[in-house]
């Protein structure tokens, strides 16, 4: 199973390649632990991510350096030489789902989510006719369920991490 789900911002302006309909960018997710001094150490990871289709085009025209977005999709390994011959080589992540996590450039959080939701829906029945004999409605049907465990999933994420800062929040005032 190839398969990865990452929270994170946009950190690189996002490039557009028209003839093959691919948005591609940077993801910076951040992993916070704590040291054996019990120091509170952030680190970030810079990934390579790739939208195709309908989705390159939603992302190109909605998201901006700094966005948060939550995506879910597959790794890939690319190797190439450059000009002088020397080998190169890269992981990146081809995502096959895309979650705005910040809502700034739609009217309100209803409209954002219908667009995502009818991106969504699109993308995931296509890609599941594909590979199954199966009646679109039954793909609608098991889209939404995913969609709502998908949501559900997010919100106590948000939940969690708001709790957090509230907590690092209280210490840091606490230590004024």
Partial sequence: MNRIILIGNISKELTHNTQHRVTNTSLAVNKRYTDKSGNKIDKVCFIDIAFFGEMSENTLKHLSIGDKIAIDGSIEYDTWADKDGRKNSK??????????????????????????NQEQDSSLENEISKEVDISKEDISAATQTIQKDLERQLNTISQEKSQEVKKDENIHTQTK
Avoid: M, T
Avoid at 95 to 104: C, S
């Fill in 91 to 116: 992981h990146s992540i081809n995502v096959k789902e895309v979650d705005f996590l910040v809502v700034k450039k739609w009217e309100n959080k209803e409209e954002a989510r219908d667009e995502q």
